[in-house]
């Protein structure tokens, strides 16, 4: 691991500015994933500043019904608020899906939308990554691609966002609020929040240099049932070959979004206006353009599967 500097912010508008003052400096908190990617000398940060004392670590009701929920606050405690069991169903099981106990009483909200790919490539600093070094190549492509994107990949990347909290606040239409370094604010759809590869894959959010996420906002309620079904190679600590977040309603309406299968959250309205019609014609619209490699092309028959036995469960 390479010497860096430490401060710690007393405000999340300090935070931002200090990040901003220096171009390598990376916000820490949990650490979970950062940790990890600095010992291996993927991320080489030159700066760290500790947010833990920012008192981001509430979850309080809005005006409007629904939860705010501070950027510090630990994976456990989310998944334990009696709040989001009873109203987000599907937030609580994705982040149990999610790690180990040890690593959710660490990891936060913020730090969980921000993980970065668990690629092995991008993990050999030996193999030629565009994610890690723009430029290089992908070794995925062409390379062993099992547990790869495909939906939204690219030429330059072939990576899939591992999170299986992003999945179900995609799924909940969830808000990401920030603040830049000038102070000014802004609150953005986690629909937009991360970014498809293209020919800029280690662009992996829309987030602007030295901006700091300080909450993830819930909308009210919509009722339902939630579902979330992980499909992995181990049965514990393992990441999503295929996950579904499913929120579905008594009219056979609703809403479903994948994991597993591309760089961010995938979820097309488009796919779920067919919900009333099935989990075939949802499949279909889903996954129509999918680019799958001859070693993950069985991700699209799991992903009908997995999908057809949670919409299942859902009609009871």
Not at 49 to 69: F, M, Q, S, Y
Not at 112 to 119: A, D, H, K, P, S
Not at 180 to 188: F, Q
């Amino acid at each position: 691991m390479k010497s860096f500097t430490y401060e710690r912010a007393a405000s999340p508008a300090e935070a931002a500015a200090a990040a901003s003052r220096v171009p390598d400096a990376k916000f820490i908190a949990g650490g979970t994933n950062l940790l990890d990617l600095m010992k291996l000398e993927i991320e080489t940060p030159g700066h760290l500043i500790d947010v833990n004392g920012l008192a981001l670590d509430k979850i309080e009701p809005t005006n409007d019904g629904g939860l705010r929920i501070g950027a510090l606050v630990r994976n456990t405690d989310l998944a334990a608020d009696a709040r989001v069991r009873r109203d987000y169903g599907v937030l609580s099981r994705a982040l149990l899906a999610g790690a180990s106990g040890q690593l959710r009483n660490k990891a936060t909200t913020a730090g969980n939308l921000l993980q970065r790919t668990r690629c092995p490539y991008f993990y050999d600093t030996n193999m030629p990554c565009n994610k890690r070094k723009p430029g290089s190549g992908c070794a995925a492509i062409g390379g062993f691609s099992r547990q790869h994107a495909v939906l939204g990949a690219s030429e330059a990347c072939i990576a899939v966002h591992p999170s299986d909290m992003a999945v179900a606040m995609r799924v909940l239409d969830a808000t990401v609020e920030t603040v830049k370094a000038d102070g000014t604010t802004r609150s953005i759809a986690i629909a937009d929040f991360h970014r498809l590869p293209g020919d800029t894959p280690q662009e992996e959010t829309v987030l602007e240099g030295g901006e700091l996420i300080t909450a993830v906002t819930l909308p009210k309620p919509v009722g339902g049932t939630h579902i979330y079904r992980k499909v992995r190679d181990r049965a514990s600590y393992a990441f999503a070959l295929v996950s579904v977040a499913v929120v579905a309603q008594r009219d056979g309406t609703g809403r479903v979004a994948l994991g597993g299968v591309a760089h961010k959250p995938w979820r097309l309205e488009a796919a779920d206006a067919q919900m009333p019609r099935g989990a075939k014609a949802v499949h279909e619209r889903l996954l129509a353009d999918a680019k799958p490699t001859s070693d993950n092309a069985f991700k699209l028959p799991l992903v009908r599967r997995t999908l057809a036995s949670a919409l299942a469960e859902a009609k009871g």
